[in-house]
């Protein structure tokens, strides 16, 4: 069964970075062909999306993020990345991959990596 794994998460300063992974396990999905997105979640809000990436390598950003984060791929490792600089404690959330499809998404969603941004 194909999933998607979140990693990287943590505790991190106002101003500091971080780099999220999202690797597919399995080998019959293929990053490399599929759009993919990374979503957060903060608590008591709703889930949003916050970078994309499409199979032509087309990106787009939320704007509360544009110019601090940047989404790449790793084809040859089926891995989506997410580096996060300059983080904000509103960057706080848990953060989440996934692949969207005209449907909805491609996986259930799974548990994500927790990243707080605080003092």
């Known amino acids: 069964q194909v999933q998607l794994v979140e990693s990287g998460g943590g505790l991190v300063q106002p101003g500091g970075s971080l780099r999220l992974s999202c690797a597919a396990s399995g080998s019959i999905f293929s990053i490399s062909i599929n759009a993919m997105g990374w979503y957060r979640q903060a608590p008591g809000k709703q889930r949003e999306v916050v970078a994309g990436?499409?199979?032509?390598?087309?990106?787009k950003y939320a704007d509360s993020v544009k110019g601090r984060f940047t989404i790449s791929r790793d084809n040859a490792n089926n891995t989506v990345y997410l580096q996060m600089n300059s983080l904000r404690p509103e960057d706080t959330a848990v953060y989440y991959c996934?692949?969207?499809?005209?449907?909805?998404?491609?996986?259930?969603w799974g548990q994500g990596t927790q990243v707080t941004v605080s003092s």
């Open positions: 990436i499409t199979s032509d390598g087309t990106i």
């Open positions: 996934n692949s969207p499809d005209d449907l909805g998404y491609e996986f259930d």
